[in-house]
């Protein structure tokens, strides 16, 4: 870890000449977000990338906003909403005082034309099952909206506070078509299309009419006047940046640096404690070797968490104990406890029971088959480390794991095929139901659901989950399925992603939100000083 801080602190000193090519310092009364990468289009149901939603939150609004508790929901475009008895039917009181970034008065019907093109199999949204089992969107009149559900979902609010959601304007969509979200948009956020440089800045000029923050912002209203969203890929480069003043504001701080960056006089840094964001590692429980229950709860066993966590994150993730983040709702505290904890005697224990005994190799065997997996992964410096760590721990107990990380450009490909045993990933979620129900249906194969795991009592629960009318029938339902699948082993959690957001001098009231990974949301309390 030394090492690693060393090298870090003396390549920032030598990306400064880099930093000063890529900008200058930031302009007056202009934040410069530094971002690591880009997204593909941000077209809100067009896009799953957080790179997306950060620019997305500031160009545009959601019925509903979700509290910094990562829990509460709060009133949005919408003031106010009721739920019929049977759960089926959503009635959205708006708000009066919106307009679009065009001057457009925003009304009912552009809600309903919002929804519907989400959920139009026509816009290949590959997240409209979040807007649930939708049987029509109706403007009742200009300031009301009925949104009618085939059958009840309990997780409809929290979807709703979800960048996808976002609230566009059908006019610009109709004139801009495929480049909806490429060339332009327009929508009724704190912040308005200027440009975008793909892979290098996106700009953004305040609205002049917005007031219609979400309450939990001090200010309704955007406090700077215009925003840069500059990608800065190289992480070393990025800390100059921000240390030299050419960037206001950041998320994405590398993880060796962020003990070092507490010292600097010229950076301030602060954590949102309630932050979903976790890596796993999944089985692909009917394929040779990790069908093998004992196999998984031994891999479970070798598996050192804490120092795989801090060899690769330095301080800035927590190990994963659990499925699911304890603060999150619908987290279940007796599931939590049935996850193995690291005990590599006990691993080597389990594994001669179920008759895997050692080879010449050292990599134990039963009935001819090696105890051999493949792993896949995406190639990123996180997973790297991470694989190789888990790698030794393993072959300590006497399993071979093999590792294959691919570039992203085919890494998703890759990953939607039978051709590996065990995968890595990371994730978001907002919920327990939101991120079992992603990943545990058996609909959902061969992807998200990448484990093919089957299991008709895990469906029925997840339904049930979804479907029922209180939340004490949700709590038990998802407390349920937590574990039926903790008890198979079918994931080795690893660990929880922090979020830090570190800030310039001149930047106050910087604050992390988190809500799907992004960090600054609306960030309509940001002030610059000078």
């Not at 009066?96 to 989400?118: E, H, L, M, Q």
């Not at 327009?186 to 200027?194: A, E, I, K, L, M």
């Not at 996106?202 to 209203?221: A, E, K, M």
């Not at 039963?366 to 190789?388: H, I, P, V």
Request: proline share 6%; with cysteine.
């Amino acid at each position: 870890m030394k090492k690693w801080l060393l090298a870090g602190m003396v390549a920032m000193g030598a990306a400064a000449p880099a930093a000063e090519a890529l900008a200058q310092a930031a302009p007056r009364n202009t934040l410069v977000v530094l971002r690591e990468i880009d997204a593909d289009n941000y077209d809100p149901p067009r896009s799953t990338a957080r790179g997306a939603g950060e620019v997305v939150y500031m160009m545009s609004d959601t019925l509903v906003s979700l509290d910094w508790d990562q829990k509460t929901i709060r009133p949005g475009l919408a003031e106010s909403w009721t739920v019929s008895e049977d759960g089926k039917t959503y009635t959205f009181k708006l708000r009066r005082d919106v307009t679009f970034c065009d001057g457009k008065p925003f009304t009912a019907r552009d809600v309903a034309y919002t929804i519907k093109r989400w959920v139009d199999p026509a816009t290949r949204s590959p997240v409209r099952w979040r807007a649930g089992p939708v049987d029509d969107v109706v403007a009742v009149d200009d300031y009301t909206v009925e949104y009618k559900l085939k059958e009840p979902y309990g997780e409809l609010l929290y979807q709703l506070t979800l960048f996808f959601a976002s609230v566009v304007d059908q006019a610009t969509v109709e004139k801009l078509g495929a480049n909806f979200g490429v060339q332009g948009f327009n929508g009724t956020g704190p912040y308005c299309w200027v440009s975008w440089s793909p892979r290098q800045d996106f700009v953004l000029q305040r609205h002049p009419n917005y007031r219609w923050g979400p309450p939990i912002y001090q200010n309704p209203s955007p406090q700077v006047e215009r925003v840069i969203w500059r990608v800065i890929p190289e992480a070393n480069t990025r800390l100059a940046a921000m240390q030299s003043g050419q960037g206001d504001v950041t998320q994405y701080v590398p993880q060796f640096a962020i003990q070092g960056l507490r010292n600097v006089p010229t950076v301030k840094l602060a954590r949102q404690e309630n932050y979903f964001w976790d890596f796993f590692m999944g089985f692909k429980v009917d394929k040779p070797v990790v069908s093998d229950p004992a196999v998984r709860r031994a891999i479970n066993l070798a598996v050192n968490r804490s120092a795989v966590v801090q060899a690769t994150f330095f301080g800035a993730a927590d190990p994963a104990d659990a499925y699911l983040n304890p603060r999150v709702t619908g987290y279940d505290a007796e599931a939590a406890k049935m996850v193995p904890q690291f005990n590599a005697d006990e691993a080597r224990r389990v594994l001669d029971e179920a008759g895997w005994k050692p080879g010449a190799d050292g990599v134990r065997e039963k009935d001819g088959q090696r105890a051999s997996f493949l792993l896949y992964g995406l190639q990123t410096a996180e997973w790297r480390r991470m694989a190789e760590a888990m790698q030794a721990d393993l072959r300590r107990v006497g399993v071979e794991m093999r590792v294959q990380l691919w570039d992203a450009t085919v890494g998703w490909g890759k990953l939607a095929t039978q051709e590996f045993d065990a995968f890595v990933m990371s994730y978001p979620y907002i919920s327990a139901t939101d991120g079992f129900a992603l990943y545990f249906d058996s609909a959902n194969k061969p992807t998200p659901n990448r484990m093919n795991w089957t299991d008709a009592e895990t469906d029925r629960l997840l339904r049930q989950a979804k479907t029922a009318l209180t939340e004490g029938e949700r709590s038990q339902a998802i407390a349920e399925a937590q574990r039926r699948i903790v008890s198979q082993n079918v994931w080795v959690p690893l660990a929880r992603e922090q979020l830090w957001l570190a800030s310039s001098q001149r930047t106050e009231g910087a604050r992390p939100h988190g809500i799907y990974g992004v960090g600054l949301y609306k960030g309509l309390d940001i002030r610059l000083t000078r």
